[in-house]
């Protein structure tokens, strides 16, 4: 077995997270997660949610760790991770009616967001629903000193990085047919945001 990566901020992110997936995926069957990492994710929420079949997937290089978490979870829904480097890899046909990513939109470059929102079109049934986790700016603004420190850092380490704005991820989203966000704040200044395809989703089902 491949030694497992750990992402500390992944163990205290992952209840409040969680607290949304229990009723954003209620109803859901296959979820698609876009840039699993470390594996840690996968196989907690996989876990927890065991009507779910959990899809896990990355680039090519993280899945060795993603395999050794998901393979000492030993859990029946979580098919074997699957290659995606989403401007890049092709994307499964329709088929899965969720989608989760977790602190990704800021690392990509925006025209990797993008490819992302183009590959959940093609990947996402008609009444899909998408949940995205990370930082983001609203309105133009940073919503605490510590998210405006880590986009310069980011920046700083990468042109291409940055916290984006909420707007415009929500703007991709409405793009490729989902209704209206909604924003859930999270502890570390964190988001959960929900949307349903095909409507506005305006209560949970």
Same mark, same amino acid.
């Given at each position: 077995? @491949?030694?497992? $990566?750990?992402?500390? !901020?992944?163990?205290?992110? *992952?209840? /409040?997270?969680? #607290?949304?997936?229990?009723? +954003? ?50 859990? @029946?829904?979580? $098919?074997?991770?699957? !290659?995606?480097?989403?401007? *890049?890899? /092709?994307?499964? #046909?329709?088929?899965?009616? +969720? ?107």
């Amino acid at each position: 077995m @491949s030694e497992k $990566p750990h992402a500390p !901020a992944t163990e205290r992110n *992952r209840e /409040p997270i969680l #607290a949304v997936l229990r009723e +954003a995926f209620a109803q859901r069957r296959r979820v698609l997660e876009i840039g699993s990492g470390t594996g840690q994710h996968a196989a907690f929420f996989a876990a927890a949610l065991p009507w779910l079949q959990w899809q896990a997937s990355d680039r090519a290089e993280h899945l060795p760790g993603i395999r050794a978490w998901l393979d000492e979870a030993a859990l @029946s829904n979580t $098919p074997p991770p699957r !290659a995606l480097d989403v401007a *890049r890899d /092709p994307w499964p #046909a329709r088929g899965f009616d +969720a989608a989760f990513s977790a602190n990704t939109l800021h690392i990509m470059a925006w025209a990797e967001v993008e490819a992302l929102f183009r590959g959940l079109d093609t990947a996402l049934e008609s009444d899909a629903t998408l949940v995205v986790y990370g930082p983001f700016r609203i309105g133009g603004r940073h919503t605490s000193e510590s998210n405006a420190a880590f986009d310069a850092d980011l920046r700083q380490r990468a042109a291409h990085m940055g916290v984006r704005d909420l707007e415009a991820v929500d703007a991709l989203a409405r793009g490729i047919g989902f209704g209206a966000v909604i924003d859930h704040a999270l502890p570390a200044n964190n988001r959960c945001l929900v949307w349903r395809r095909g409507g506005v989703l305006s209560r949970w089902p």
